[in-house]
């Protein structure tokens, strides 16, 4: 294979099963003290975490605040709460600490994600999946109705965590064949598994498109990090796939992760718009290990640049800005989607 047309999943599986990432910079495992615990989970995120100007962290003043509240006579569950505090200053949603009595997350980030929801569920659900007397219809992991007198098809994949298959996606192109484009709801859509995107992006045209530029934090200082790599567009499914009519993709905060990824990779289709508002980010993939102690950890170490080398670690910007309308939601409307729809039917450009 062509090393410039490595495909998404391979290339992105590849990071977070990289094997050597846990030895990279250590020579030896160091003792289970909680200072050393500490010691070593800094180190770990000085050498290996790749978005401290992105971020924009001084880690070495995080230390001058946290180091002195642990000591050797700390208990488990102050020691916690230390790390934890340590680490959500990296602003990082891919990164956790996991004790066997709790695990930390990044508490700006996910407040950042639901305190700009662009989405009411209840008027989504009341007036676009279940339109009057005719059922909402689910496929797979898939939501779905006919909207505009059956001209566009609106779809609501709510998780990557929900499978995305051929047959799925075979039945919804089928079922949608006369619609004159689909709007694809990932507002919410938390993120999961990279396969599953993969999957869904072999609904679009392919003709060995670059998606994006990724990179592995590859040595101890900041700025250390692997040559630039292309990934490529994955192979069209010859069942469903190369999907030419327009496709609106609808995201806001909560859109993270692998819905981010999708995002990113969106901007490399001729047919393809995002709408709604910024995306929640997580746009670095996580690895990490074991702590002396025995409690483990994750956070990001890779990068994935856009097309014109941007990092939208932070959050991939809508082709079209659609802030949720309240007095159109009062009204039972969605002004995302009806945005939306207006651009598949050609009324707005």
């Known amino acids: 294979m062509n090393r410039k047309h490595i495909i998404l999943g391979i290339t992105l599986s590849a990071i977070l099963t990289l094997p050597s990432c846990e030895k990279l910079f250590t020579d030896e495992d160091p003792e289970g003290t909680p200072t050393e615990t500490f010691d070593y989970l800094w180190n770990q995120v000085d050498q290996k975490f790749a978005f401290f100007d992105i971020k924009n962290v001084d880690w070495q003043e995080v230390y001058k605040t946290y180091r002195p509240l642990v000591s050797d006579d700390i208990s488990d569950d102050s020691l916690f709460n230390v790390l934890a505090a340590m680490l959500s200053k990296l602003d990082d949603g891919h990164t956790n600490l996991m004790a066997p009595f709790d695990r930390s997350y990044s508490d700006s980030v996910y407040r950042k994600m639901y305190r700009r929801r662009n989405v009411d569920s209840k008027v989504v659900t009341l007036n676009y999946l ?54 694809l709801d990932l507002r919410q859509n938390g993120g999961g598994a990279v396969l599953y995107m993969n999957e869904l992006l072999k609904l679009l045209p392919n003709h060995g498109q670059l998606l994006f530029y990724s990179q592995i934090k590859s040595g101890p200082a900041h700025n250390e990090f692997s040559p630039l790599q292309e990934v490529h567009a994955p192979e069209s499914n010859t069942s469903y796939g190369n999907y030419t009519k327009p496709v609106a993709v609808l995201i806001d905060r ?11 990779c969106c901007k490399a289709y001729d047919n393809v718009i995002l709408v709604g508002d910024t995306t929640g980010g997580g746009l670095g993939l996580p690895n990490g290990g074991q702590l002396p102690n025995g409690w483990t950890y994750r956070f990001s170490i890779s990068r994935n640049l856009s097309l014109d080398k941007q990092n939208y670690e932070n959050g991939v910007p809508p082709d079209r800005l659609v802030i949720l309308d309240p007095a159109a939601t009062a009204a039972g409307k969605d002004n995302v989607i009806e945005y939306a729809c207006d651009w598949i039917l050609g009324t707005i450009q």
């Open 130 to 183: 279940h339109v009057a007397d005719d059922r909402y219809h689910s496929t797979g992991g898939f939501s779905h109705h006919a909207l505009r007198n059956g001209d566009v098809a609106y779809i609501v994949y709510s998780s990557f965590t929900n499978v995305v298959d051929s047959a799925s996606l075979t039945y919804l192109t089928k079922r949608y064949a006369n619609a004159k484009g689909i709007v």
């Open 254 to 264: 909560g859109s993270y992760s692998a819905t981010s990824f999708f995002a990113l």
